[in-house]
């Protein structure tokens, strides 16, 4: 969830009311929201700091506010209180609309070069006109800006936005695609020109762009943005110019969105817009830009502002949410929630979805906001009428009695991440990876989590380790699922829930890990099979390059194999930085339900 920080006063004025901290609190709840955090802007610096904080009684209070992750709407001061204003009624819902210069000729235009699909192949723009902007509008407008980036702009990846003052450029305007070297400009807040290369050095180490330069550091081509003049506007995703930047003077403002995913940026650019359109000289209205491909030689208008119609049948809402309302009543709610309603033939409800509400894309969206505007307090807890009795998943019964009965042997059981890294897998357990059937992590966050485990051992290594301090020995066991490559399963991959257990100490002790296998099999009711038949449990010696030779077996239960146990080999323990022997037993227990 998006965290948003506005300051009290200027929201309660906004509001034109003044709330207790509770009150504002239950406010928030039934608009879906969460006042997460009361707090002060020297307290939040003293406690990143980790430094003493003192009150200070002329201190501003700042309202830290849980947002939902879809309502990018709400993520500024603006966008708040005008969605508190309409639920609260003391206002009408606003209405957004484009408006076009005398001649549609004098529109302004961002041609996209052909070279731009290489890199960054899209744009979208809009202009507010006529804008006031205050100190305090101004720093919402840059704050929201950087929300967006960080969110639906997945960190400029997806979308970067740039804002400039029209009065300081000409249009027509070129999104272009050039050489770093044939780039040259003067960055936001700088004094003298960079080339494109030169940029990237200047901006290595600086603790906000540092993070968005690899996104084209490594291309032959950036992306740029200039106007008529040859003036530089932008270096998208980096760096806008400093020519072009907007101040509390700047009157007209024109945006531009280059990004890689069309549909997020025009979402991007409707929030932005609608949000801060209420400081133009005539509110809420929004002049497009004319964008114009010159490989295809489409041409398009952007934003579109688009109002659409969603039908909701009025009982299946009702139904899902269980209350009782009529129809015309339901259309208030919704209306409530900035979304227009009003009530057609045969208990239809025609819901008019805004620019501003992109996450409504199901009816279950409409009857989400059906519930927040009634109230999931005021709704009444009734017996489901579904005949079923809810139980326990065999799986996860037969997990918790084995949980128990480990935990009875002396050993403790661990919890580890369900991703590692790929050498976790393979290398250091002496396997190469195109032997190892792991799901792989397309985009991980770290080196340490690129594929779903395949084994539960490495999870249980990386703890010992952690924990070599502890006294000896060292007995950890683990239940938990691994992840299997799958052709056949729906989604190319299955689950399959293990046992593994590791026994540390100054000798391997493989007769204790032995010893835990039968205290399972005997817990699981599997006897030993002497002549070994199919009937019980019986082991095979096999050859395992996680395991020291001729210390390895494959456990068979009732014919099939279902894990191996054994003493790990020297090179696997000094992989993962160990240096007492070890011996380990992991076994699949999905065959015993």
């Not at 072009?244 to 890689?260: A, D, M, P």
């Not at 992590?441 to 703890?463: C, M, Y």
Request: net charge negative; aromatic share 8%; with cysteine.
């Amino acid at each position: 969830m998006p965290t948003i920080s506005v300051k009290r006063d200027s929201l309660f004025k906004a509001l034109g009311q003044t709330y207790s901290d509770d009150e504002f609190q239950n406010l928030c709840f039934a608009f879906g929201l969460e006042l997460d955090e009361v707090t002060t802007e020297q307290q939040m610096i003293a406690k990143e700091q980790g430094t003493e904080y003192t009150k200070n009684a002329s201190e501003e209070i700042i309202y830290k506010i849980d947002v939902p992750a879809n309502r990018y709407d709400l993520l500024c001061l603006e966008g708040l209180t005008a969605g508190l204003l309409v639920f609260l009624e003391k206002c009408p819902q606003p209405r957004y609309k484009l408006i076009y210069p005398p001649s549609p000729k004098k529109l302004e235009t961002i041609t996209v070069t052909n070279t731009c699909k290489y890199i960054r192949p899209f744009v979208v723009g809009a202009i507010l006109r006529g804008v006031t902007l205050t100190k305090e509008s101004y720093d919402s407008f840059i704050d929201l800006q950087d929300k967006l980036h960080q969110n639906i702009g997945r960190k400029r990846s997806l979308v970067s936005i740039g804002t400039h003052d029209l009065d300081t450029i000409k249009g027509p305007f070129v999104f272009n695609a050039k050489p770093p070297q044939d780039i040259c400009f003067k960055p936001l807040n700088q004094d003298k020109e960079y080339t494109g290369v030169e940029i990237m050095d200047l901006y290595a180490h600086h603790p906000q762009l540092k993070q968005y330069l690899p996104i084209i550091k490594d291309s032959p081509l950036y992306p740029i943005v200039y106007d008529s003049n040859g003036v530089v506007l932008s270096l998208p995703p980096v760096i806008n110019s400093d020519h072009s930047k907007i101040t509390l003077n700047t009157k007209n403002i024109l945006i531009e969105c280059t990004n890689t995913d069309l549909t997020k940026a025009q979402i991007t650019v409707d929030t932005l817009v609608c949000a801060f359109s209420e400081y133009c000289k005539d509110k809420y209205t929004v002049e497009p830009v004319e964008i114009v491909y010159e490989e295809t030689k489409q041409v398009f208008r952007s934003p579109e502002l688009k109002y659409r119609i969603n039908e909701i049948n009025c009982d299946d809402a009702l139904n899902y949410i269980g209350v009782k309302q009529t129809p015309k009543e339901v259309a208030k709610l919704l209306s409530k929630m900035c979304l227009k309603s009003e009530v057609k033939n045969d208990n239809k409800i025609a819901v008019e979805v805004p620019p501003t509400r992109h996450d409504v894309i199901h009816a279950c969206d409409i009857y989400e906001d059906i519930a927040i505007a009634w109230g999931y307090n005021n709704i009444i807890k009734t017996v489901p009428k579904t005949p079923t009795i809810g139980q326990e998943f065999p799986i996860n019964k037969l997990t918790d009695h084995v949980r128990f009965e480990l935990a009875q042997c002396g050993f403790t059981e661990a919890l580890t991440f369900a991703l590692c890294s790929r050498e976790d897998v393979s290398d250091k357990l002496g396997w190469n990876f195109d032997q190892i059937p792991a799901v792989t992590i397309s985009n991980p966050k770290t080196l340490e989590f690129q594929v779903a485990r395949t084994t539960l051992l490495p999870g249980l290594l990386k703890t010992i380790v952690a924990n070599k301090k502890m006294p000896l020995p060292l007995k950890l066991f683990e239940v938990s699922d691994v992840v299997l490559r799958d052709p056949k399963a729906e989604c190319g991959a299955r689950n399959q829930r293990r046992i593994c257990a590791v026994n540390c100490n100054k000798s391997a002790g493989f007769e204790i890990i032995h010893g835990l296998l039968d205290r399972v099999m005997l817990l699981l009711e599997v006897p030993w099979s002497v002549d070994k038949t199919n009937n019980g449990y019986y082991l095979e010696a096999i050859e395992d390059p996680t395991y020291f030779p001729q210390r390895c077996a494959n456990i068979i239960v009732h014919g099939k194999p279902i894990g191996k146990m054994g003493v790990l080999h020297p090179d696997v323990l000094h992989k993962f930085d160990l240096h007492l022997p070890c011996s380990a037993l992991e076994i699949n227990i999905e065959p015993f339900l």
